[in-house]
């Protein structure tokens, strides 16, 4: 028996259960009447982007048709001298370049070499939680430093990845998420706020390991 196995031995001894590793045994299964905060008549898009609000980003939701108008509207209120658009969808990816275009704000679309010269970044998001608020950004062919380099993001979610809360998140098939569970990608963030810290006498900072300022824009009627 090594160390490992020795651990847990004592552990199932304390807990009362089987030392035998090849018993059968499953593990306990979470009470979802306690566990789940949202329950399945509420209305999800609305509790995300209220509970999105809540953590200090700023949501909003749009229809796919009213995406650019959206998107001017962000880039307006921030005044970004350059933007860095990394979004898979393409769906998403055209209204962000027209907005961009609209305006006349530069855009670079090169995360790896033009990251640290835009003040602003739209991406999209892998799923969204509506318990929390949170988004999911994954590394499926898009670029890390999008998420955390520029001081202000602003993130796309599609309604159809949102699922009720994070018991959901990885095992829902409805999630988009479920696929890593096979085959994570090389990196996950789970964003439910801008980036802050208390470390320094107790007093919060905001936008300090990563964006400041963090947009949401609900992306409804996508297919």
Do not use: Y
């Amino acid at each position: 028996m090594n160390d490992r196995e020795l651990i847990l031995s004592r552990v199932r001894a304390a807990l009362g259960r089987s030392n035998a590793s090849s018993s059968g045994e499953q593990p306990p299964r979470a009470e979802e009447s306690l566990a789940r905060l949202v329950r399945a008549d509420v209305d999800i898009c609305s509790r995300f982007i209220e509970a999105a609000n809540r953590t200090g980003m700023k949501a909003i939701r749009a229809s796919q048709g009213f995406l650019k108008s959206a998107l001017e509207a962000v880039l307006r209120a921030e005044t970004p001298n350059r933007v860095l658009i990394d979004v898979a969808a393409p769906a998403l990816r055209a209204p962000a370049d027209d907005a961009c275009r609209t305006l006349g704000v530069p855009t670079s679309t090169d995360p790896s070499s033009r990251a640290f010269d835009a003040d602003l970044s739209i991406i999209d998001a892998t799923a969204g939680v509506a318990e929390s608020g949170s988004v999911l950004l994954a590394s499926d062919g898009r670029r890390r430093c999008a998420w955390i380099v520029p001081p202000k993001v602003v993130i796309l979610v599609t309604s159809n990845t949102l699922v009720p809360d994070l018991l959901d998140l990885w095992s829902s098939p409805r999630s988009p998420a479920s696929a890593f569970a096979k085959a994570p990608p090389a990196a996950m963030l789970l964003v439910s706020g801008p980036s802050k810290t208390a470390d320094i006498e107790g007093v919060l900072v905001t936008g300090v390991h990563g964006p400041g300022t963090v947009h949401v824009v609900l992306v409804d009627d996508v297919e």
